[in-house]
T-cell receptor
Framework: AQSVTQLGSHVSVSEGALVLLRCNYSSSVPPYLFWYVQYPNQGLQLLLKYTSAATLVKGINGFEAEFKKSETSFHLTKPSAHMSDAAEYFC??????????FGAGTRLTVKP | DVKVTQSSRYLVKRTGEKVFLECVQDMDHENMFWYRQDPGLGLRLIYFSYDVKMKEKGDIPEGYSVSREKKERFSLILESASTNQTSMYLCATLTGTYSYEQYFGPGTRLTVT
């Protein structure tokens, strides 16, 4: 069984500040981990994914995430927030082709 | 580019109506999925299909059925819509064997009154 917990349903940062969105996972087998972003009234778009290669994964729009097995974490970061980063972010874990588990989501607000 | 399209972006239906949500993909992907998304609950899997005419229940199949007569099309059916089925519905495909990555359509926001 696998699951994901996203810490914080809402995160607010100022433009130019560090973005940190937290995700902890549980998996009985080595997991594949994902971060997706959803802009208002749109589908989910893949930001980045971890597939057991490098533990530091770089994605689109300047985001990156680090896989830490000892902490069962896969936190998403961006050094400097931009207004266009305001969206909802979902962490997901998968251990096979037909079973992806999503967190509840974190809504990111960026203040000018 | 993978393209997943959904027949409607917004849909309003009455309680008791039969509702069809259509999803079409143009990349010959085997596996397709239907999720519903509700605030605070993330995405929950309703059904998935791994081949034509093949389907498997997800976590919340009650009140829904699916149809996959052609590889590119995966339909979600609400047999008798109820107000608790008001939600955002998302279709996705699996981008490749062992990739585990899913590609999503734009979603259909369904309101049942």
């Amino acid at each position: 069984a696998q699951s994901v917990t996203q810490l914080g349903s809402h995160v607010s940062v100022s433009e130019g500040a560090l973005v940190l969105l937290r995700c902890n996972y549980s998996s009985s087998v080595p997991p594949y981990l994902f971060w997706y972003v959803q802009y208002p009234n749109q589908g989910l778009q893949l930001l980045l994914k971890y597939t057991s290669a490098a533990t530091l994964v770089k994605g689109i729009n300047g985001f990156e995430a680090e896989f830490k097995k000892s902490e069962t974490s896969f936190h998403l970061t961006k050094p400097s927030a931009h207004m266009s980063d305001a969206a909802e972010y979902f962490c997901a874990v998968s251990a096979n082709n037909n079973d992806m588990r999503f967190g509840a989501g974190t809504r990111l607000t960026v203040k000018p | 580019d993978v393209k997943v399209t959904q027949s409607s972006r917004y849909l309003v239906k009455r309680t008791g109506e039969k509702v069809f949500l259509e999803c079409v993909q143009d990349m010959d992907h085997e596996n397709m999925f239907w999720y519903r998304q509700d605030p605070g609950l993330g995405l929950r899997l309703i059904y998935f299909s791994y081949d034509v005419k093949m389907k498997e229940k997800g976590d919340i199949p009650e009140g829904y059925s699916v149809s996959r007569e052609k590889k590119e099309r995966f339909s979600l059916i609400l047999e008798s819509a109820s107000t608790n089925q008001t939600s955002m519905y998302l279709c996705a495909t699996l981008t490749g064997t062992y990739s585990y990555e899913q590609y999503f359509g734009p979603g259909t926001r369904l309101t049942v009154t």
